[in-house]
């Protein structure tokens, strides 16, 4: 066992905080495509109206847990140690999944099993995600934190695409197998993490904010919820935004998170420590972080749907198995992901962050342009390296960015800056799928209807079959093409199709003909759903690019009130000094006591 002050290691907490946050967000889309076998293992169809609700939470829970929780567990590692929590969240996510996948029931309990089991095992990958770029902040000097944390976001950020391809591949052996992938790397990290992880931050000693903890869970859980289920139909309508129950979640949400910041704002110790947000580069950095992850999320999701229901059938791909050629096809953006994202952490340890962050944002919204512009039958190609740009900048976004807001907080607030930015980075997802969703159901209630019923008629289904058909509500057809189900087959069913004459039935359920159908109306909700990203990755590089205008100025001073885990105090406050000795002496009757910005890091280096 190395000690904390040991040359090496620095590169063992990488490489196993890596592997934590690896594991979390693989196991978030390792779900997502396996969802038909998993549903087809338990006995449940997910697009009967009383399902639905299982398909949702299965898809969304892990997410709005992780979202909702980082916070806390961040706050926590500041008070009780980092590592301390994030040892826990290995152990915990590591015991769920052998139970998750020893389900023993079949049907509504099986499903309810899985959810609940995911929800428990969500809060061990929150414990993961909030504490571990915490970890490595707190192991590399300045000069190497960008490197190391690109290393261990790009990882985490290009575990959700090698989620799709892994849980492709296994759920076609056994959908248990997704879960039992987790078990072997699991309890490797979790005994490494035990044996070899020191905290070696600065810690303070101070009492849970129960009433702020309350309050962020309920109004978050309320808003993120409500958006989930805004995306359902209700009473006629194609979404259920008009539901009344979502209107009351939303607008409870937003009450309850108002209450939240006043409470923030007047305890003396608060989990969410508002000031943070007085640093430019911490606000700013969260907010491109959020609004790439929407437009991150709003990506994945459309391309999947796209490539499964429209481009792989039409390439001879049976719906069956679209879900494990759909994670295959979108490797190029996971490479451009694993390419950039340390490379653009190293140099930007060399030249600071902010063009690198900015430039990234700027790659992808060029790439969404591109892909704005393709037909829906496209060159695949051109497709390839559009995805592969995207990734490209995904990852030269991801390190910088998250060096700017973890380097602009100081070292005893650095657990909460983490949950934080990963609060932001997982809302961002949940929220992307409202979004983007509900965009392309709107853009396909447009079209659709007429192009399906006309398609049906034509091919000999009775005209009132057809209208009724033709309008029903798109999300539907959205989330049979996304789970890899043939849509028409499910939307006629075996009656109406086993009145028709055999050829007429073959050419419906065909592989050519919903994606045919299908093509135009999509491409005009994709459109809109594409202008939306563009907007939002030009706005996030125009925050990536705000800068303080305050001096560098020391940290907030290791008082009484702080501690290290080892007792070194004498260590931190020279790895501060080191820290510090690039920037030019402050004038005391000028500076402003805040804490080292890396947000000022272009400056600092120019001196």
Do not use: C
Request: no cysteine.
């Amino acid at each position: 066992m190395l000690s904390a002050d040991h040359p090496r290691y620095k590169w063992i907490a990488l490489s196993n905080t890596t592997l934590g946050t690896l594991l979390a967000t693989v196991n978030a889309s390792i779900v997502l495509i396996s969802l038909p076998a998993i549903f087809k293992g338990i006995n449940v169809n997910p697009l009967e109206p009383g399902n639905v609700s299982y398909l949702l939470w299965m898809l969304m829970g892990y997410l709005l847990v992780t979202a909702v929780l980082v916070v806390t567990l961040g706050r926590l590692g500041d008070m009780f140690g980092r590592v301390r929590i994030y040892n826990a969240g290995f152990a915990i996510f590591t015991v769920t999944s052998v139970i998750l996948s020893l389900d023993p029931f079949d049907g509504g309990g099986g499903a309810l099993w899985l959810i609940g089991w995911r929800v428990l095992q969500a809060v061990g990958g929150a414990m993961l995600m909030a504490n571990s770029a915490a970890i490595i902040t707190d192991a590399f000097s300045a000069k190497q934190r960008g490197m190391a944390l690109g290393v261990n976001i790009v990882s985490a950020l290009a575990g959700s695409f090698i989620g799709l391809v892994l849980g492709g591949i296994l759920a076609e052996w056994d959908w248990r197998s997704i879960f039992w992938v987790n078990i072997p790397l699991g309890l490797l990290g979790t005994i490494w993490a035990y044996r070899s992880l020191h905290d070696t931050g600065v810690r303070r000693k101070s009492k849970i904010d129960w009433w702020g903890n309350a309050t962020f869970a309920i109004g978050l859980t309320a808003v993120l919820a409500s958006i989930t289920y805004g995306i359902q139909p209700y009473g006629g309508h194609t979404m259920g935004w008009t539901n009344p129950y979502v209107l009351t979640g939303l607008i409870g949400g937003v009450a309850v998170l108002a209450v939240f910041t006043i409470i923030e704002s007047r305890v003396a110790e608060p989990m969410f420590p508002l000031k943070l947000f007085k640093n430019i580069a911490f606000t700013s950095g969260n907010g491109a972080n959020l609004l790439a992850s929407v437009a991150r999320g709003g990506l994945q999701f459309m391309l999947i749907i796209w490539l499964q229901g429209i481009w792989l059938p039409l390439h001879g791909y049976s719906f069956e198995s679209t879900p494990l050629w759909a994670g295959i096809y979108l490797v190029p953006m996971t490479i451009g992901f694993l390419v950039a994202g340390p490379v653009a952490g190293a140099l930007s340890d060399r030249f600071g962050s902010r063009l690198f962050a900015s430039g990234g944002l700027i790659m992808m919204a060029i790439s969404f342009l591109g892909l704005l512009l393709l037909p829906g039958d496209f060159n695949y190609v051109i497709f390839g390296l559009l995805i592969f740009v995207n990734g490209l900048g995904g990852g030269l976004f991801a390190a910088p960015n998250t060096s700017l807001i973890m380097s602009s907080v100081p070292a005893h607030m650095r657990g909460a800056a983490s949950g934080m930015r990963a609060t932001f980075q997982n809302a961002g997802q949940v929220l992307s799928i409202g979004i983007f969703f509900s965009l392309m159901v709107a853009g396909l209630a447009k079209a659709l209807p007429g192009s399906l019923n006309a398609g049906l008629t034509a091919q000999g289904v009775p005209a009132d079959t057809a209208s009724s058909i033709a309008h029903l509500p798109p999300v539907g057809t959205l989330f049979a093409a996304f789970l890899g189900y043939n849509p028409i087959a499910q939307l006629l069913g075996p009656n109406v199709l086993g009145s028709l004459p055999k050829a007429n039935a073959d050419k419906l359920t065909g592989l050519e003909y919903f994606p045919s159908l299908i093509s135009g109306p999509f491409h005009d909700g994709l459109v809109i759903v594409f202008w939306l990203a563009i907007a939002m990755s030009l706005i996030g590089a125009g925050f990536s690019l705000l800068r303080s205008r305050k001096p560098v100025a020391l940290p907030e001073p290791l008082d009484g009130g702080l501690e290290s885990s080892n007792g070194e105090l004498v260590a931190r406050e020279a790895e501060i000094a080191a820290e510090l000795s690039e920037a030019e002496p402050l004038n005391p009757a000028t500076a402003v006591a805040e804490p080292l910005d890396e947000g000022d890091d272009d400056a600092v280096r120019s001196r």
